[in-house]
């Protein structure tokens, strides 16, 4: 079998206008999101003549299963126990696929050939990477089956120094090395009974099955970094809920879901771009979880009372708060001061927008920004469809409400007329992000809150 690369099917190709299936298959497969997440793609695709189903179907089956599928055929995705026994049905694989030899998705070309893809490994780097990790110097592993060595091959991308695999047993350990040898990546084993130890490193990426990790919740440091957890249902898991209490970010199962099937959407459709958002409402609704999105964002210049405010509106609203800002100083452990002296605006910016992305993914609250977070054309893009309001003052009420400020390094010289000066700049990228303008002059903080609750329409389910 040769290895190949996954070309997705064209739009414009002779098949089209037929209909067309896809499936994914496993044993069991009842419980697979797979179907959900599909389908919410056609229908946001507008692909109305597809069609995606599940079938249960065991090692001995596939065989028969496969030979038996028409050229109206798609895709198919794959799950436990198929993901290796496929690979013999193959015409080829991609190079992900074969490099942990797990096949996830099968695409059908215009001839007749099914090729063999792995979208779990740079679904779990999109997941990644859409919390704002791209790199990182260490990281742990917790489990040492299958999902751990697409782990492992997920961090040969992102992890540029090492991971230590908390594993039980010396079988698991020395495969889990062996993994770590093949697939390039620096690794070191250790005992399950150590695995709290594990937790302080920057990135954690828990693999194993639900309430394995149960006891280590307590265990979780004061200051986490980010935490992997592939489970989803029933979410969040002890240890996921005791990191976001905590402050630290978590990538859940269902993120990791949601991105290996965006990337499996389109290769089988040939569509440049599947809607994750939409795959992502319908998975959570599907788990009986909210969206994870902000329920309100604040944005406005320095000083107008986007921290006092977002935190009374929190307390009324009964949800979370956050404040961009604030993450970034325990993140780097610096002060926002500290941050423009070392690095320069260009260098807080960077930070802040990775802090705007991973907020605006994994908060739930009130989300307050940094005054100059929406200098950035991403974060504006990032913020499209929430609840933005944009809190305005005049220059006077500016300068009483900040004056000189060490805290604001941008104001630290003549304050007024930089204030000034920075609004023109700024006045029309707040316009453009935000649905709502609230004026805060000669208000209290309790009474802009009030004027935030009523200017912005909260469907019924908007706090469930
Ligand atoms: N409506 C208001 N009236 C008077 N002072 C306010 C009001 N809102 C905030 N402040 C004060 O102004 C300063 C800046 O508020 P802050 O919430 O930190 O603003 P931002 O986060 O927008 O920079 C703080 O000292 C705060 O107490
Ligand atoms: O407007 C800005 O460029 C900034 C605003 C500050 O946040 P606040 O708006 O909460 O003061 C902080 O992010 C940094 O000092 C830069
Ligand atoms: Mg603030």
Known sequence: MSQRAVVPRQPGDPMSGQVRRAAVLG?????????????????ELGL????????DVDETGLPGFIESLGPQWAGLSLTMPLK???????DGISATARSVEAVNTVVFTEDGERLGDNTDIPGMVAALHEHGVE??????????????SSALAALAGICTGEVVAYVRGARRAEQMREWGERLGVDVRTADWADAARGLRAPLVVSTT????????????????????????????TALAARWSALGGPVVSGLDLLVHQAVLQVERMTGRVRAPLDAMRRAGRTTLGLGATRPKAVLVGPMGVGKSTVGQLLAERLGVGYRDTDDDIVREQGRTIAEIFVDEGEPGFRAIEKRAVRRAVAGHDGVLALGGGAILDADTRAALAGLRVVHLSMGVEEAVRRVGLNAARPLLSVN????????????????????RVVVATDGRSPEEVTQAVLDALEWPKDALE
């Open 135 to 148: 790199q990182v110097d260490s990281a742990t592993i917790l489990g040492g089956g299958a999902t751990a």
């Open 209 to 236: 099955p639900a309430g394995v990790t149960d006891a280590l919740a307590p265990q979780v440091p004061q200051v986490p970094g980010t935490l992997f957890d592939v489970l989803y249902d029933p979410w969040p």
């Open 415 to 434: 304050a007024p007329a930089r204030w000034q000066e920075l609004m023109e700049a700024r006045r029309h990228l707040y316009a453009e992000v935000a």
């Open 84 to 90: 290796r026994a496929v690979i013999p049905l193959l």
């Open 27 to 43: 044993s069991p497969v009842a419980h697979s999101l797979s179907p959900v997440l599909h389908r919410a793609a056609y229908a």
């Open 48 to 55: 109305t003549d597809w069609s995606y189903d599940r079938f």
